[in-house]
């Protein structure tokens, strides 16, 4: 009975750890998709047109076509998305601070299509 219970106790650290590395991935995903996001609303409060974020989403799922071994495909895609707003041009050459304003005024998750 005691060698029972030392069994259980290990596969629940066991189970333990691998809820931890998932909460870890899931906080991973949540903070690059927060970073998309607000790339987004940046992109939106400059006028950008619906056209041009279509080119870059067509742009981001043609490029993460065939997954990654090794890597998950969401955050795959998300962090090509990342890179791919990141580049754009238009967030490059805006002011840092007219962004940030822009986005205090409003709630930088609210993004309409």
Not at 27 to 41: A, G, I, R, T, Y
């Given at each position: ?46 006028n ?21 071994p ?11 998305l ?32």
């Amino acid at each position: 009975e005691l060698q029972q219970k030392v069994e259980e106790s290990e596969l629940l650290k066991m189970e333990l750890q691998m809820l931890e590395t998932e909460r870890v991935r899931l906080s991973l995903v949540e903070e690059k998709l927060m970073d998309v996001l607000q790339l987004l609303q940046q992109l939106r409060d400059l006028n950008v047109s619906k056209r041009a974020l279509g080119k870059i989403l067509l742009s981001t799922l043609e490029s993460c076509r065939d997954p990654q071994p090794g890597k998950a495909h969401l955050f795959e895609v998300l962090d090509t998305l990342h890179q791919e707003l990141t580049a754009c041009e238009l967030l490059q050459s805006q002011p840092l601070e007219k962004a940030q304003s822009h986005q205090s005024l409003s709630n930088p998750l609210l993004i309409s299509c």
